[in-house]
Nanobody
Framework: QMSLVESGGDSAQAGGSLRLSCVVS?????MAWFRQIPGKEREEVAT????????YYADFAKGRFAVSKDEATITFYLQMNDLKPDDTAMYYC????????????????????WGQGTQVTVSS
């Protein structure tokens, strides 16, 4: 059973930065960050194909957010810069099973394993 543990959520001022971390217990081809605010669907922030390094970003994340990874610790990061109040949400990392061998999903329903979430609050 795969486990994912996020950390790094915090309160920040608009224009500030935060870095979220997700420690994964085992190899997975696809990892993603999603976010959700109450009453809305979980939306993709960024998706990374670990096999070929391809990374996809939601439009709101392009130019402000960046994903990276540390293979030694299987940690997946989300660097968030120039934060805006609209970035306030619960952020989740997600992974597919170790046997998954298709293009990485770009929607929450495509992911099997989820972290517990970490709250990001941005004030103006």
């Amino acid at each position: 059973q795969m486990s994912l543990v996020e950390s790094g959520g915090d309160s920040a001022q608009a224009g500030g930065s935060l870095r979220l971390s997700c420690v994964v217990s085992q190899y997975t081809k696809c990892m993603a960050w999603f976010r959700q605010i109450p009453g809305k669907e979980r939306e993709e922030v960024a998706t990374r194909d670990r096999d070929d390094g391809t990374t996809y970003y939601a439009d709101f994340a392009k130019g402000r957010f960046a994903v990276s990874k540390d293979e030694a610790t299987i940690t997946f990061y989300l660097q968030m810069n120039d934060l805006k109040p609209d970035d306030t949400a619960m952020y989740y990392c997600a992974a597919v099973s170790r046997w998954f061998n298709s293009p990485c999903p770009r929607h929450a329903q495509g992911y099997t394993f989820w972290g517990q979430g970490t709250q990001v609050t941005v004030s103006s």
